[in-house]
């Protein structure tokens, strides 16, 4: 009897809650979106694989400005240029927040790190120091030497497998280079790449980068507590992942603090931070925690990102062998004319297909296309629709980078002739094509971002002719993407170099 008690109070609470939630939506012109379902809302429609295509085809149906809800959250997504630059530009300060994610939460030390903290003074600060300081062009450029060399060890993998014209794995061979580039130059940490170190560093990336991508309940139907994540086992894995993380965490900043560690070879990110946690110049306490989440977001943002870049790109150019061949062409001319046998940083600037190469894969695969989300801090409209305070907002770079009026009549077309068409740049002002955000958050590590892709997708192409294993056609290769943050393309590209002779 009690049972039935509790579970009718239960549902009368359930009902009410939603009653409650309708007559406050209602008030509200919303952007048009798909019919929601009491309770649930659209969560019942939405596509986990290669979210970015399917936002895309409701900005088709229901327009560059679309709603649709997740239990009580009301979640926007903008599909244009022009309200790119509304959200991102004319109402930046409106749209600094990010929204509430129980996991983002707990991983970065109840957001103490850059990317997922409130938009409060503290992240000003932290954000200033970012750009002066950790991403300044000439941090960035201490550790050119470390890209380079990490660079050519992944050639002396290739050219072993190009000896037995075996297949290699790029997927796999991008992401140990960006693993050994990160740890070097955020820990001065020179790994064995096979190593039982390595393995862990990497195990535990995975796994905070996946509690990143999960969905929580907890964030969206909050009556239900926590129950439904414990139930589905979420928190528990949410919490193991974190654990193993701090634990990392924590013997790097031990190693940090200890007077007897060898002086690394160019003072680390961490050390920066150290420093910084020594100096105290904030207005607020920043504590060994804060250091663990600033450093957590570079080891994410630096790993995934880059490889991920560099994997659509060579898959693209399987696809299409004409910009492959003028790609290849350009280097190849390159380093004999100045009798090199390497691409180096500073060689990339003399190399304007190349660049417009780069700008391309960015603009159809930006390997974070959904942006990270943005939360409205105060009521507020765009397009004549209202935003309500709290309202989730992404910007779909995906569709942004297709929009016809800006890229024409064929932008599902891989050709970087486009960007020597025209003057258009990823550095946040021209809104078609914002691979690295725009605005108060866009993204800080930009520059080292691209210094990690540009030198060993250069040599990929200045080394090596590629063959797809197996007989396989160009349009056989699967283009799903992973989700998550950054969304790598689903199955590893693996591809049988020959060596070129430069
Ligand atoms: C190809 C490489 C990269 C791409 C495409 C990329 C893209 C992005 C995007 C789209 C955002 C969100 C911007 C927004 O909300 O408007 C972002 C944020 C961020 N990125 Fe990157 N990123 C890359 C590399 C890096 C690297 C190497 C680092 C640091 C080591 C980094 C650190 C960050 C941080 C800390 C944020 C959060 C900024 C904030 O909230 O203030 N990123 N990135």
């Not at 959200?87 to 030390?109: C, M, W």
Request: contains cysteine; glycine residues 6%.
């Amino acid at each position: 009897m009690e049972d039935i008690i509790i579970g009718v109070v239960g549902l009368v609470a359930v009902l009410l809650f939603f009653l409650y939630q309708n007559r406050k939506t209602k008030r509200y012109k919303l952007p048009p979106g798909p019919r929601r379902l009491p309770m649930i809302g659209n969560l019942h429609q939405l596509q986990t694989t290669n979210p970015q295509r399917f936002f895309y085809g409701w900005a088709k149906k229901y327009g560059p400005i679309f709603s649709y809800k997740i239990g009580g959250k009301t979640m926007v997504v903008i599909s244009s240029a022009e309200l790119t630059k509304e959200l991102l530009k004319t109402q930046d300060v409106n749209f600094a927040d990010r929204p509430q994610h129980r996991g983002h939460e707990l991983i970065s030390y109840g957001r103490r790190d850059m990317a997922f903290s409130h938009y409060t003074p503290y992240y000003r600060e932290i954000r200033k120091m970012g750009m002066n300081h950790l991403f300044s062009p000439t941090r960035v450029a201490t550790f050119k030497h470390v890209r380079e060399e990490e660079t050519r060890r992944m050639l002396v993998k290739i050219n072993k497998a190009a000896d037995k014209s075996e297949p290699v794995d790029i997927s796999e061979l991008m992401l140990t280079f960006t693993n050994s580039a990160v740890c070097r130059q955020a820990f001065g940490k020179k790994y064995n790449e096979d190593g039982a170190e390595m393995k862990r560093f990497i195990e535990i990336l995975y796994g905070t980068q996946s509690v990143m991508g999960k969905i929580f309940f907890s964030d969206f139907f909050p009556f239900t507590r926590y129950v439904l994540d414990d139930l589905t086992k979420l928190t528990a894995y949410m919490k193991a992942c974190f654990g193993r993380q701090d634990i990392y965490l924590q013997e790097m900043v031990d190693e940090a603090l200890d007077p007897n560690r060898a002086k690394p070879e160019t003072e680390s990110m961490i050390d920066l931070l150290m420093q910084i946690y020594k100096d105290q110049p904030f207005a607020s306490k920043f504590t060994t925690e804060n250091v663990k989440a600033v450093i957590m977001n570079i080891v994410v943002a630096g790993t995934d990102t880059a490889a991920a870049a560099v994997v659509w790109g060579m898959t693209y150019l399987m696809k299409y062998p004409n910009v492959m061949k003028k790609a290849q062409a350009e280097v190849r001319e390159y380093v004999t004319e100045k009798g090199l046998t390497f691409i180096a940083e500073d060689d990339v600037k003399n190399l304007p297909y190349f660049r417009a190469l780069v700008k391309e894969t960015l603009r159809i695969e930006p390997v974070i296309p959904l942006l990270v989300p943005r939360a409205c801090i105060q009521d507020t409209k765009i397009a004549g629709y209202d935003i309500p305070a709290g309202t989730t907002v992404n910007v779909n770079a995906w569709a942004v980078s297709r929009d016809e009026k800006y890229w024409g009549l064929n932008p599902d077309e891989f050709r970087p002739e486009r960007f020597l068409e025209k003057d258009v740049d990823y550095k946040g002002t021209d809104y078609e094509f914002i691979p690295f955000g725009s605005g108060r958050r866009m993204c800080p590590g930009m520059r080292l971002g691209v210094a990690m892709l540009e030198v060993p997708y250069a040599n990929l192409l200045l080394n090596y002719n590629f063959k797809l294993p197996n007989g396989m056609k160009p349009e056989e290769i699967n283009m799903d993407v992973m989700t998550g943050l950054a969304m790598h393309k689903s199955e590893h590209l693996k591809l049988i170099p020959e060596k070129v002779n430069n």
